[in-house]
């Protein structure tokens, strides 16, 4: 098992803690550390197969709202299943500053990164306009599911 501190690396442009974050729910973050260590694992590879490469392609800021999450906080969040992705820490819904740019990262991951996600979402907020993506590493057998979600 990798034990990390929240504030060491995965790769060059991610650190442990920013996976332990809550937009939504930030009351509830202040736990994730302490039962994030078997997850570990499945972040340092969505970092490296993911999130990495599109830091590297699009050289700016990927701000990430939910990583991990533990029992608790998934529960909290709405809409989520009790399976979710983001409870074994294969998950992150990101954003950038420039919301503009989520359609071009959305169209990056899903023709660049083919076979590497499992779950490819671009949310769109209430006005139709580019908010966050959801993505999930692979998972063995299950064919890739590609979304816009308004
Ligand atoms: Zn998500």
Known sequence: MLLLKPDDRLTANYKLKEFLVSDRNP????????????????????????????????????????GYRDQRLNAATKGSSPTSSHRKGKAADIFTDNKDLLPDIFAFIRDQLRGLYFELFLYLDEKGNPDFIHVSTATHNRPERVRIVD
Do not use: W
């Open 27 to 66: 009351d509830l973050a202040g736990e994730l550390y302490k039962t994030v260590a078997p997850r570990i694992e499945n972040l340092f590879m969505l970092c490296h197969l993911i999130l990495q490469p599109v830091s590297d392609k699009f050289k700016v800021s990927i701000h990430i709202s939910s």
